[in-house]
């Protein structure tokens, strides 16, 4: 008796050991080098952009704008279309707007701070989307570029500063704010960079500025950025 349970024990125990192996065993990890016998055109793959970091930020930027000239943008929003020329002088920050324009990241965010008779500021949004396309662009900041001449007239564009406090004013590449102010903020000058102007819709600026906000100054109906598209 003693013997037949030793043996049921043994099978039992060489049993789970082949099944536990089974799982370890049978997962496919396919590498990029590895061919494939599928000749379906691939799928586009987030793999194919190098994820922006502090450290690798400047460098991709400084490559990418000698490619990449484009300079004028569509803002589609709830209340009409912002079109905004973007300054070549100002290379980083227009390249970063121009990337994040081209990886759709401002498609679905808002105009979540407005301030009558001051700044209307978009980029952002409580989405959970939206955080997770942060994510997967990066995480990184922009250094300050205040010294091209450019000011912050009535519809000028400019980029704020991180939520995270720095001594050096670094930018928060995925938000950006537009002067509706009559007669401009020149104050804001020596801290924010100014990349880009108004070419048209300044009107709808001033619509989407005259919407109620809670105390916190964000809109207590949500004003959308449809869609940024580039244009000629």
Known sequence: MRFLLVVCVIFLLLNCEDKQTSKQTNITVVKDSVATKNTSPKKESNSE????????????????????KEDKVRITTDFGTIDIQLYNKTKFHRANFIY??????????????????????????DDYNIAKRRRKIGKY???????RGYTHKRGAISMPSSEIENAYKLASPFQFFIVQRQGGADYLDKDYTVFGEVINGLDVVDKIAKVE????????????IKKVEIIK
Do not use: C
């Open 100 to 125: 994040l324009t081209k990886r759709k990241y401002f498609d679905g965010t808002q105009f979540y701070r407005v301030v009558k008779d001051f700044v209307i500021q978009g980029g952002s949004s």
């Open 49 to 68: 952009f190098l994820k922006l970091t502090d450290n690798n930020a400047m460098d991709f930027f400084l490559e990418y704008e000698k490619e990449h």
């Open 141 to 147: 900041l922009l250094p300050p570029d205040t010294k």
């Open 213 to 224: 906000t809670d105390q916190g100054d964000w809109p207590l109906q949500n004003v959308y």
